[in-house]
């Protein structure tokens, strides 16, 4: 019958996963506990000390049950446990062989400390321990395996078990030997007290969990019962009785199962699906696909999220102001063919910034003699470039009209013949009056300004 039970405890465990997961409440997992099913043994620690050389599991009786386990937070939990089975001993004196074995049920509530808290030990650690104290109920009825008149078995020093105690007169030819049953079938009383047989109890647990699936786990444990009774062995001798159970059982996480148990709930509330088909720039293609971020609204793309390309030049087509470029030919930031006379021209004309950007930048670390050979040198890299300039000037004729070139207003006080012409001539001024202190320029000014001369 005790074992029936057992596999029955066993194949519920085991089986009520199956039938929740087949309704389909996966919301319900986050409020259900882990469900348990233990076996082991019981036993007995009171009046009746046992023979001589025995230990804490001579006298050992198996014991089953069930537990319920709920986390409420990081370190702390709630569980129920259930033991079903029987507590026994014997001791033979050298007068009478005392005995008794006791049916018992408890089943109590306790508050637990796992240590897979993150803090203590790593959450995704296979193994954990856990102890847990609580308050419990358990009810008893001692039974003794006594001789046929109903009393204990009469030890003789010859080791013999008899009906009459050897202290009798003439005991050693009226006696008779008797052997033992080992039946329990006799209800012990105390004839000076009329018991109860329920008590409650303080259970104390340490054990250890190991994780052998996500949401299976073997619990290894041992329980120290303090019973508030004296009498689960019929005896009565001034100390409460106890009990230790050592299970083994297995458990399922309905919580963990599910992905839901995190620490602290701390993304319960985030979308993690949101966030995996955002699209920051709204162009039909996710960001986790997205090759090209931050295309602006509206411009047609590719498979990969970049802008299209029709002429494979490098430049999108809603920024080529040449759609149709011939493959391989170098182009300008805006798609346009460059010629040879404006690659040379740009050429020369980043060799002169650089140049000149170099030793802005750098003057601070010159001496006056080499900051003055620096402007003479500035000059002389000039004047093939002003002379072509007034050539052009002069044979083509100067068209335009007086105002209408577009100096900036921070450069029109460089503009000395009011010509509407920054010349190089006035651009060596103003680097002069830069490292003279004579005007207001900085040295991102005169950057700008040398752009400017070579735009115009």
């Not at 030997?177 to 109860?196: G, M, V």
């Not at 300008?332 to 010629?339: A, F, P, Q, S």
């Not at 009209?401 to 013949?417: Q, R, Y």
């Amino acid at each position: 019958m005790m074992m029936k039970n057992v596999l029955f405890a066993l194949l519920f465990t085991t089986s009520l996963p199956s039938l929740v997961f087949s309704q389909g409440e996966k919301k319900v997992l986050n409020y259900l506990p882990s469900i348990g099913a233990h076996i082991g043994t019981i036993s007995y620690m009171g009046d009746i000390k046992g023979d001589k050389g025995s230990n804490l599991y001579t006298h050992w009786r198996l014991g089953y049950g069930f537990y319920l386990e709920k986390k409420i937070g990081s370190f702390f939990g709630v569980s129920v446990n259930g033991i079903i089975g029987k507590a026994a001993k014997s001791e033979l004196n050298n007068e009478t062989f005392i005995n008794f074995e006791s049916q018992l049920m408890n089943v109590d509530v306790n508050l637990l400390l796992d240590f897979d808290n993150g803090l203590l030990i790593n959450e995704s650690s296979l193994f954990s321990p856990f102890i847990s104290v609580g308050l419990g109920y358990l009810t008893f009825d001692p039974k003794g395996d006594l001789s046929a008149d109903g009393v204990y078995y009469n030890h003789w020093s010859d080791g013999t078990l008899r009906d009459t105690p050897e202290s009798v007169p003439g005991a050693d030819t009226t006696s008779n030997i008797l052997i033992r049953d080992y039946d329990y079938e006799s209800t012990l009383k105390d004839t000076l007290k009329n018991y109860a047989k329920t008590s409650f109890t303080i259970p104390i647990r340490l054990g250890l969990k190991f994780k052998l699936s996500r949401n299976i786990k073997v619990r290894v444990s041992g329980a120290y019962i303090l019973t508030m009774t004296d009498y689960i062995d019929n005896y009565a001798d001034g100390g409460n009785d106890k009990l230790f159970y050592t299970s083994f059982g297995l458990q399922y996480d309905f919580a963990k199962g599910d992905n839901t148990n995190k620490k602290d709930h701390k993304y319960k509330d985030f979308d993690f699906s949101e966030l995996d088909n955002s699209d920051a720039d709204k162009d039909g293609v996710i960001d986790t696909e997205d090759m090209c971020q931050n295309t602006p609204e509206g411009v047609k793309i590719d498979s990969k999220g970049c802008p299209l390309d029709g002429d494979n030049d490098g430049v999108p087509n809603y920024k080529d102001k040449e759609l149709e470029t011939p493959k391989g030919t170098m182009v300008d930031i805006n798609g346009v063919t460059l010629t040879d006379e404006m690659i040379a021209a740009r050429s020369q004309k980043s060799d002169s910034i650089m140049e000149v950007e170099h030793r802005v930048f750098k003057a601070t670390d010159l001496s006056a003699e080499e900051i003055k050979q620096i402007q003479e040198e500035y000059k002389e890299s000039q004047k093939n470039k002003t002379a072509t300039t007034q050539v052009n000037k002069t044979t083509q004729g100067d068209n335009t009209p007086a105002g209408s070139s577009n100096i900036p207003t921070i450069f029109k006080e460089l503009d000395l013949n009011n010509d509407n012409y920054i010349s190089a001539k006035e651009v060596t001024g103003a680097i002069d009056g830069f490292f003279e202190g004579e005007n207001g320029l900085s040295a991102k000014n005169l950057n700008e300004l040398i752009d400017f001369y070579f735009d115009q």
